[in-house]
């Protein structure tokens, strides 16, 4: 069976108008495919895997480079400007608990003490995580359920001044530079 060998990220549908244009049309002539991920697999740079259209495809990333929700990788034909399929990586949503801090914090010192405490509860389990300010949440993945309750026991002390809740989204941690 032949391989597919894809050496780059060809851009993110997110990030580029053009490649979201070029997926749409290529997606109704039936020449798109998906690439079902884990996170975990988004981190390795070589790897072998199927589309769920059955092609088999080899990834040779440059070393660091990460794949993401998203992202197109095409293989090309001797026609560079008309490739013959995009593959677009889709990753797949994994249980996430979220804290989201409360809007009543009496003072920026409660604030940064309690964002000091979430900090070190998160960092000593050492799990990755994602920041969305506009919605004043902090999310982290989880293995298995029994971790809902320990981290609910670990916060307990400001469980008035948080919100925790569970659910399963394409967790993207932050990078840091």
Not at 1 to 8: A, F, G, K, N, T
Not at 80 to 96: A, H, M, R, W, Y
Not at 152 to 159: G, V, Y
Request: proline content about 3%; aromatic content about 6%; glycine content about 4%.
């Amino acid at each position: 069976m032949c391989v597919l060998v894809i050496p780059s990220v060809a851009g993110n549908i997110f990030l580029d108008i053009s490649l979201e244009k070029k997926l749409k049309l290529l997606d109704a002539c039936g020449r798109c495919e998906r690439l079902k991920i884990s996170r975990l697999e988004t981190e390795r740079s070589r790897f072998r895997t199927k589309t769920d259209k059955g092609t088999q495809v080899g990834l040779i990333l440059n070393e660091g480079t990460k794949l993401r929700h998203w992202d197109v990788l095409m293989a090309a034909s001797k026609n560079v400007s008309s490739p013959d399929k995009f593959i677009l990586v889709e990753q797949f949503p994994e249980k996430v608990i979220s804290i989201k801090i409360k809007e009543k914090i009496k003072s920026k010192r409660d604030l940064v003490e309690l964002l000091i405490l979430i900090g070190h509860t998160i960092g000593n389990r050492h799990k990755p995580i994602a920041i969305d300010s506009k919605s004043r949440k902090i999310s982290f993945p989880i293995d298995n359920d029994s971790e809902i309750q320990i981290f609910q026991k670990l916060l307990e002390e400001i469980s008035d001044r948080i919100e925790l809740t569970t659910e399963y989204l394409v967790f993207e941690p932050r990078q840091m530079n």
